[in-house]
């Protein structure tokens, strides 16, 4: 299993280069330079454009919950990747890797979705690649 | 009233497309299976039980054949289509060592652009030539060609072949289009532009001068080349000609893409749309 895992990273990372790009422009809205790591619930899924979305409860060690927005490709984008409506849950615990609003929103770009099984899920939004 | 007209237009498209596809089946050359990168071929995918794999549909390239033809002689350009057209920026389609020959008004106009007002991040038109990163069909009839977008708001570009523009076209997004044929290559001519949309993340302007005159030839069965030539001598001091290729998704249909359902990208953006963080 863990051979197999170590190959689909390695062909995923072949494919990355590929990812299409969103209708704006990645760097003019996303901070590569802010990454953000955010463990939480999922209350909300918006399987919306010109972005799918979801929002997270983030509570921190003192019980303080943060509310954040995170930005997916196009359901369109998403669905031809084989991901579905359904893939994410409200409820979910889930860990999530992005880029943050540069206006320094709690809003973010989630390059990587990770449910509490491991399993990653919504690997590659198109908008995570940067603007060319 | 508004609701029942778009209705009967966007009828009258599908009754074209429905005439277009029946008409252009019998003789369109038969696709080779779609072939896939061989790191891709063999990728995990599916999903299903196992949940360390993750669900990815392999990439399509390009298939290989040649150029299918309609039974007038003319090239079948019909199909589901990406790319062709700048994105980011314009100069990606320049020949090498060119330069795009702006103005010094325009590079003003856009040194001062900023990223939140480029009206595609806003859920308007591309214009032309630009292209969103999404999907678009070709039709093709006899008289007309659309290009039907699913991104770029899922709007449509009408051609009309040999056609006549109107001698004071109002301005749009899309102006007015005229489509003749040059032995293999669909030549378009378009006037009557506004100057609202942007030729790309950086906001290269123009004005409504604007004259762009698109040559596309469909290379083989998988590739569709756009030469277009952008006249404007509000913004550039001369014509230039830039070159894209679209890519075949013989496997594809069009979805839909409602861009101004949940646009929240625009209110967050922030800085000047030149900058080289748009190359």
């Known amino acids: 299993m863990k051979a197999a895992f170590a190959f689909l990273v390695a062909g995923l990372a072949l494919l990355a280069p590929a990812a299409a790009l969103a209708h704006h422009s990645f760097a003019a809205e996303y901070d590569t330079k802010k990454p953000v790591t955010l463990k939480g619930t999922v209350t909300n899924v918006e399987w919306t454009n010109p972005h799918a979305r979801f929002y997270l409860d983030v509570k921190d060690d003192s019980g303080t919950v943060t509310h954040w927005n995170l930005e997916l490709a196009s359901p369109n984008v998403l669905v031809r990747q084989g991901w579905s409506r359904h893939t994410l849950k409200v409820g979910d615990q889930v860990t999530v890797e992005g880029a943050q609003a540069k206006d320094g929103s709690q809003m973010a770009n989630a390059r990587t979705v990770t449910l509490s099984d491991g399993k990653k899920v919504f690997a590659f939004s198109p908008s995570d690649a940067p603007a060319q | ?279």
């Open chain 2, 1 to 279: 009233m508004k609701s029942k007209l778009v209705g009967l237009q966007l009828a009258a498209i599908a009754a074209v497309f429905a005439v277009g596809a029946a008409a252009q089946a019998p003789t369109t050359a038969p696709a080779k299976s779609s072939t896939l990168n061989p790191s891709e071929a063999t990728a995990p995918a599916g999903g299903g039980a196992n949940p360390d794999v993750v669900r990815r549909r392999p990439r399509e390239v390009a298939p290989q054949g040649p150029t299918p033809r309609l039974p007038d002689g003319h090239p079948d350009l019909s199909g589901v289509w990406n790319g062709g057209g700048p994105v980011g920026d314009l100069a990606q389609g320049l020949a090498p060592g060119e330069t795009i020959p702006l103005l010094p008004a325009a590079k003003a106009i856009m040194d001062k652009r900023q990223s939140k007002d480029d009206p595609e991040a806003n859920c308007l038109p591309t214009g032309i030539p630009r292209i969103a990163p999404y999907p678009w069909r070709i039709v093709q009839t006899p008289t007309h060609i659309f290009f039907l977008f699913e991104g770029n708001i899922h709007s449509f570009r009408q051609i009309i072949m040999n056609g006549k523009h109107p001698d004071d076209p109002d301005p749009t997004w899309y102006g007015n289009s005229i489509g003749t044929w040059d032995g293999d290559t669909l030549v378009v001519d378009t006037i009557g532009f506004n100057d609202k949309f942007w030729f790309d993340f950086r906001g290269h302007p123009h004005t409504e001068q604007l004259h762009t005159i698109e040559r596309y030839t469909r290379k083989d069965l998988g590739k569709l080349e756009n030469k277009v030539t952008i006249i404007d001598p509000g913004d550039y001091s001369k014509p230039f000609t830039l070159t894209f290729t679209a890519t075949l998704r013989p496997k594809e249909e069009l979805m839909e893409y409602i861009c101004q359902e949940n646009q929240q990208d625009a209110q967050h953006m922030q800085g000047n749309s030149g900058l080289p963080q748009n190359p």
